[in-house]
């Protein structure tokens, strides 16, 4: 007998990914694109990997296939929950949607109102959703499909793996993924005895957090294992500094806790392919990049000088991406260095966005500013920039300065979480290190931040050479999704008796 005959005769290992947001059904942040990437590599490795996620307008317009197959009953929702069965538009991946229309079907964002304002029902919407992952996972869900493993992401998946553990029914492995601390999923504790939970997780000390229920405190509690999108992250969750008051927890489930760097998706962020960019290249062939650069200039309004530099910021207006230090060392870097421009696009909080519109209009022709994020902008602002100017007090992970090397664009970075993992840095002084792909610095402060940004500038007027060797090393460093679900393969090996059908499909995966 073959392998492949082997192969065929282990049945797959059915893993049910529990999500918020899946790009490009619904985004917010970088979960949607890891939720979007993480199961097609799985299903590469011969995994039967379904994801169930909220049925947003967006997301049941974009969906294909679209088919109910599923119509239940929750005593939390008026009228039945169908479950829509369709694929993503990009990959072919299939995705459940809990339709719930008055949960789901509204105006605004996927946790805010139209004036930013969390949904008041928020703990009911993804209580919700992980009350249906659970009755699938658990075969009660009328699909002729049930997983071996749950895997759920971050707080809104958190109450899955809580409801799993006091179900009483037939075990089902689970491993529960943080993507960002600092997002809890926290409500008034009267809120459990409105979610129809259990009668012991009303009062559990694993679901309170401060007085609080906690949806990201009963992931980290009653998940089989927990992994965080960086090994760094993993490291820095259980200090003080970063555990966002969980980090005694954390270090108390030391054990189970592991960090799986993030990839990106090879394919969508492909400046060799990508229909979004005026003209493509590769790290072969870099040509393009400066054809990208003159069309940036132009639609940003900037001087058309391919020798000038740009420096870009993705992100959200957030105290965590230090937007409030560039806003305030922006002046201070545009006056130090007059061939610099700078493009900011990205939404968050009120004050720094009018903060960035002002320095614009005053800086007209130096800083571009735009809150109105949109992916293709995004692609282009990667392909002609030179720079990504990435602050961060915390970063998980970090997708965006993956983006930013894979189209050749250096990121000025703080040493923390995930930007260590990812970024090379080239050194506070003297010669760029070889492979180099970046600059760090390690205080969360204007000073720190100058003084990265004037080493890269020199870098780029003074050693014109290493700069083009930087953009090389950035450009081919391997951000494949294989490498990571291979990972995550060997942390769901763990959860199964050796000798189980799961633990041999895996292994056959992994050979």
């Not at 309004?301 to 420096?311: K, L, M, Y």
């Not at 070889?434 to 000073?447: E, H, R």
Request: with cysteine; hydrophobic share 45%; net charge negative.
């Amino acid at each position: 007998m073959g392998r492949s005959d082997v192969t065929q005769s282990v049945p797959p290992v059915r893993v049910l990914m529990v999500t918020a947001e899946v790009y490009p059904l619904a985004k917010t942040g970088g979960l949607a694109d890891v939720c979007a990437a993480l199961p097609p590599a799985l299903m590469g490795l011969g995994i039967d990997c379904r994801t169930l996620m909220p049925g947003y307008p967006d997301a049941l317009a974009a969906i294909e296939g679209a088919e109910v197959v599923a119509e239940i009953g929750d005593r939390l929702v008026s009228g039945p929950i169908r479950i829509v069965s369709g694929r993503t538009p990009d990959s072919a991946a299939p995705v459940w949607l809990v339709d719930a229309p008055s949960l789901y079907r509204r105006e605004g964002g996927l946790y805010t109102d139209s004036e930013g304002r969390d949904w008041p029902d928020n703990a009911v919407r993804f209580a919700v959703l992980d009350r249906i992952a659970a009755r699938i996972a658990m075969g009660a869900a009328g699909l002729d499909w049930s997983p071996n493993l749950v895997h759920g992401h971050d707080w809104h998946a958190g109450l899955t793996h809580a409801l799993l553990a006091e179900s009483g029914a037939m075990r089902v492995g689970n491993v529960f993924t943080v993507h960002n601390l600092a997002y809890q999923g926290n409500f008034p504790f009267e809120t459990a005895a409105a979610l129809d939970l259990p009668p012991l997780l009303h009062r559990a000390a694993e679901v309170e957090f401060y007085g609080q229920f906690s949806f990201l405190k009963a992931g980290l509690e009653y998940a089989d294992r927990i992994t965080t999108v960086s090994r760094r992250y993993a490291e820095e969750i259980t200090t003080p500094e970063f555990g966002c008051g969980l980090d005694g927890v954390l270090r108390r489930r030391a054990a189970v806790l592991s960090g799986v760097t993030n990839a990106i998706d090879l394919e969508l962020w492909n400046p060799a392919r990508d229909p979004w960019i005026a003209a493509r290249y590769s790290a072969d062939d870099r040509a393009g990049k400066v054809a990208c650069k003159r069309a940036l200039q132009r639609e940003l309004g900037f001087v058309e000088d391919a020798s000038r530099t740009i420096g870009t910021f993705v992100s959200r207006l957030a105290w965590q991406k230090m937007a409030d230090v560039l806003l305030a060392e922006l002046p201070v870097l545009l006056d130090r260095h007059p061939e610099l421009d700078v493009a900011v696009l990205g939404r968050g909080d009120r004050d720094l966005e009018r903060g960035f519109a002002e320095l614009a209009a005053a800086r007209s022709g130096r800083v571009w500013f735009d809150r109105r994020y949109d992916e293709p902008r995004a692609h282009r602002l990667h392909a002609g920039a030179d720079l990504l100017l990435h602050g961060s007090r915390f970063e998980p992970c970090g997708l965006t300065q993956q983006y930013a090397m894979r189209y050749g664009t250096l990121p000025v970075a703080r040493r923390t979480g995930g930007l260590v993992d990812s970024i090379h840095d080239a050194g506070a002084s003297g010669p760029v290190e070889s492979g180099a792909t970046g600059f760090l610095y390690d205080a969360a402060d204007g000073q720190a931040f100058r003084a990265a940004v004037d080493r890269a500038m020199a870098v780029r007027r003074e050693q014109p050479a290493e700069w083009e060797r930087m953009v090389d090393a950035a450009m081919r460093r391997n951000a494949s999704w294989d490498a990571a679900a291979r990972e995550y393969l060997g942390i769901y090996a763990g959860l199964f008796r050796p000798s189980s059908a799961p633990a041999r499909a895996i292994e056959l995966a992994l050979a």
